[in-house]
């Protein structure tokens, strides 16, 4: 298990761009698949996008393919999602998960088609993203 905590949600105003951050204070990330997923009222959780344990591996859904992109930084123990063009339906609490089944981790054991699972193992808490004018 590992503590993720995620940063960087708030208001913007439709086409504007936040970058939201899922940091762990304790157990290195390196070999972990780090997934984005959101969830607005009312609605099911939706996965996003995923980043591996090796350069170059990613996955996005067709719902934010060419607006979100996802990155790590492995010094600072950081992954990242940086997204633009925002909509006022990109209107969620976002969370970020992780996940390591013992060797370094690949996005294609998380996702199917258009659908990235949520077998990810670890959660963080969650934060806003508000999309109004």
């Known amino acids: 298990q590992v503590d993720l905590v995620e940063t960087g949600g708030g208001w913007v105003q439709p086409g504007g761009s936040l970058r939201l951050a899922c940091r762990s204070s304790?157990?290195?990330?390196?070999?972990?698949?780090i997934g984005w997923f959101r969830q607005a009222p009312g609605k099911e959780r939706e996965g996003l996008s995923c980043i591996g344990a090796r350069d170059g591996d990613t996955f996005y859904t067709n719902s934010v393919k060419g607006r979100f992109t996802t990155s790590r930084n492995k010094a600072e123990n950081t992954a990242y999602l940086q997204m633009n063009n925002l909509k006022p339906e990109d209107t969620a609490v976002y969370y970020c998960?992780?996940?390591?089944?013992?060797?370094?981790?690949?996005?294609?054991?998380?996702?199917?088609?258009?659908?990235?699972?949520?077998?990810?193992?670890?959660w963080g808490q969650g934060t806003q993203v508000t999309v109004s004018s």
């Open positions: 998960a992780a996940d390591f089944a013992g060797t370094p981790a690949w996005c294609d054991t998380y996702y199917s088609g258009n659908r990235l699972s949520q077998d990810f193992r670890s």
């Open positions: 304790g157990v290195s990330l390196d070999n972990y698949a």
